[in-house]
């Protein structure tokens, strides 16, 4: 079974993963040959015709019956299948986002709050900015990273390196420093906030030795290290929200004053307290928009 194991493995590293990569990266400029508009419209036909048929599509559904009770089969079939249209948009305007201009195109992008951006800027202070996987959530730290702000950002890696050289070197996110979850992500954000710089997360996936923070009503495991880290270096703390329009290539940024980061030197509870706060807005801007979050998501436990 070892030897299979690791028979799997090398092929798996040596020509599945470049396989992938070379699709990937035909995908990709197939897709930047046509217009981001039209690149979208393509992507929300393909998520909500091929969605629906993954068995995550299944998962998606349970979440949803269990966070909304009081909506009918067919008021969470529309939800659905306005995530998959999201999905789908995201995905096949990726390869576009090296042309985006969220600071001069108002066309395309409505930016409320952007002043914050630019006085937290001036401050010789450290700053965190988070969100959620809302509309195409990719433009939102490209969106404060356009307002002159270099920041460090905390992702999820690809499990296959080829793919995540494709991913950043296609994303446009020049004044981004991107590193991994984990103990280097830490490493960089600790370095990053000591030099009172900016850090970016998204916190609203699950983290397995996270903590139990309420959820839609219920305990979700939620990574603790945003809150502490605000903590430790008494950082700004900005609430970031991206809107997609309607089903179209369009977005509205809303970048939301600081919270207060409360201390009362019980830093383990002040964490927990601050993410409560956290998922507490997250969660009023998914019932907002229901069908532009991530509900094939294993957030709860079963």
Known sequence: ??????????WQ???????????LWLVVGAVR???????SKFGGWFGRTLGPKLKVHKRAINNLTTVFPE???????????????????????????GTLDTVNDSERF?????????????LDKPAIYWG???????????SIAQHDTPMTA??????????????????GQSNIDVHPKGRLGAKASMETLRNKGVVGFMVDQKMNDGIAVPFFGRDAMTAPA??????????????CQLIRQGRSAKFKIIINPSMEVKKTGDRQQDARVLMSEVNAILEQWIRQNPGQWLWPHKRWPD
């Not at 079974?1 to 090398?10: H, N, P, V």
């Not at 959620?132 to 490209?142: K, Q, S, V, Y």
């Open 13 to 23: 590293k040596y020509l599945g993963h470049p396989l992938q990569a070379i699709l």
């Open 1 to 10: 079974m070892a030897i299979r194991s690791e028979t799997y493995l090398f």
């Open 71 to 97: 909506k009918s089969p067919e008021e969470i079939a529309t939800i659905l299948d306005d995530m998959w249209d999201n999905l789908g948009r995201t995905t096949f305007e990726f390869p576009h986002m």
């Open 226 to 239: 945003p809150a502490q880290l605000a903590l430790k270096y008494d950082c700004d703390f900005f609430p």
């Open 110 to 122: 409505t930016f409320v709050g952007a002043e914050l951006i630019e006085q937290q800027n001036k």
């Open 132 to 142: 959620g996987h809302l509309g195409n959530w990719e433009i939102l730290p490209m």
């Open 33 to 39: 040959l046509v217009s981001v508009d039209t690149a």
């Open 154 to 171: 905390v992702v999820r890696m690809p499990d296959n390196p080829w793919v995540t050289k494709i991913f950043y070197k296609r994303s």
